[in-house]
């Protein structure tokens, strides 16, 4: 048995646990989805389940291919985008391996590193992978085209890559996403589930030269995407520039949310995406708690090293209002 195993990464989205312990109704701001999300013409058909998936989901990533100008050969799906962080670690990084990580950011890339047995390091000098998250979690920094383009050109080494995560740019701005770009040492990763609101059925994808593709999907455990997400994929890849206006709508609440957090004289990292990292005046742990207690929960940020920071998803104006009321009241 291994003794080394890392501890498992903290998430938000932890609603349906809270509802057990008997919280009654919450609004959740700990999950960054969607609060506008298309309609798109879907409706599970139970027929399907008597088969198993196509394993090789060939219709799913021939039609991500045309949404995106990709071949098929160059999609990767998997059960969410942390399958596809774990099985790209486990296809590209051995034991001597290192990963250079910036943080604050994602948990699930250091435990990925750390599952495929190398490790995270501080110097990205030699690093076998540099992980990039844009815009960033938590913080919502968003770099520009032109500096990703201009990190992707600074990895060098023969199998040193950039594992690029876009998982939000589809609610931020997607004009600085490099998804057309095919290069040997770039594996870009998306997250449908976020942006169509439906996290519950678990399904990301991701883009990267077809050798390395190949190398991924020979991980990804078989049938990891069920057959409802694979069909809901599919109908929403079709209705896919439905998200344009759910990009205008969370840019107008975000601009109202940073104004009233001014007016409460709370500090805030520049929001480029559907969630804001703030910096609070007592420790996150006591807040959370106390907002719990109003039907709010938030992401308590101490996983990230940051004691005094909360991260809120920016939700429909009516939630938003709500939440303002419950920082008024629980605020020193």
């Known amino acids: 048995m291994r003794d ?9 989205g932890r609603v349906r646990w809270h509802r057990t312990r008997k919280r ?4 959740d701001f700990s999950a960054n989805v969607n609060p506008y999300p298309p309609a798109i013409p879907w409706t599970p058909d139970v ?19 045309r949404t995106f100008g990709r071949d098929a050969a160059e999609v ?4 969410g985008s942390v399958e596809l962080i774990r099985a790209f670690c486990s296809a590209v990084l051995g034991t001597d391996d290192t990963a250079y990580i910036e943080s604050p950011t994602f948990a699930e890339y250091g435990m990925a590193v750390r599952l495929a047995g190398a490790r995270c390091t501080a110097d990205e000098n030699g690093a076998a992978v540099r992980f990039l998250c844009n815009p960033n979690n938590p913080t919502g920094e968003l770099l520009s085209r032109a500096e990703v383009l201009r990190l992707l050109d600074g990895v060098a080494g023969e199998g040193a890559y950039l594992f690029l995560d876009e998982a939000f740019i589809e609610l931020s701005d997607p004009a600085q996403s490099v998804v057309d770009v095919s290069r040997e040492n770039l594996f870009l990763l998306r997250s449908l589930t976020k942006s169509f609101a439906v996290p519950g059925i678990r399904f990301g994808y991701a883009f990267g030269a077809p050798d390395l593709i190949e190398k991924v999907e020979t991980v990804r455990l078989p049938w ?11 109908e929403a890849f ?29 500090g805030y990292a520049p929001p480029s995406a559907n969630y804001i990292l703030i ?3 007592i ?14 929960l938030v992401r308590d940020c101490r996983s990230f090293g940051l004691p005094r920071h909360i991260r809120v998803a920016v939700r429909t104006h009516e939630e938003n209002r709500q939440l303002i009321e419950a920082l008024e009241a629980c605020l020193p």
Request: aromatic share 6%; with cysteine.
């Open 4 to 12: 080394n195993l890392p501890k498992r990464a903290e998430h938000g």
């Open 279 to 281: 910096e609070v005046p």
């Open 47 to 65: 027929s399907a389940l008597k088969d198993y998936p196509d394993d090789r989901y060939v219709t799913l990533k021939e039609e991500i291919g």
């Open 76 to 79: 990767a799906v998997g059960n």
């Open 238 to 266: 079709r209705h896919y520039d439905l998200l344009e206006e759910s990009r205008e709508r969370i840019a107008r609440e975000r601009a109202w949310l940073c104004s009233r957090l001014d007016a409460l004289d709370l």
């Open 224 to 234: 990891t995407v069920n057959a409802f997400a694979e069909s809901f994929a599919i």
């Open 24 to 27: 009654g109704e919450l609004l």
């Open 283 to 296: 420790e996150a742990e006591v807040l959370v708690e106390r907002l719990l207690s109003r039907g709010i």
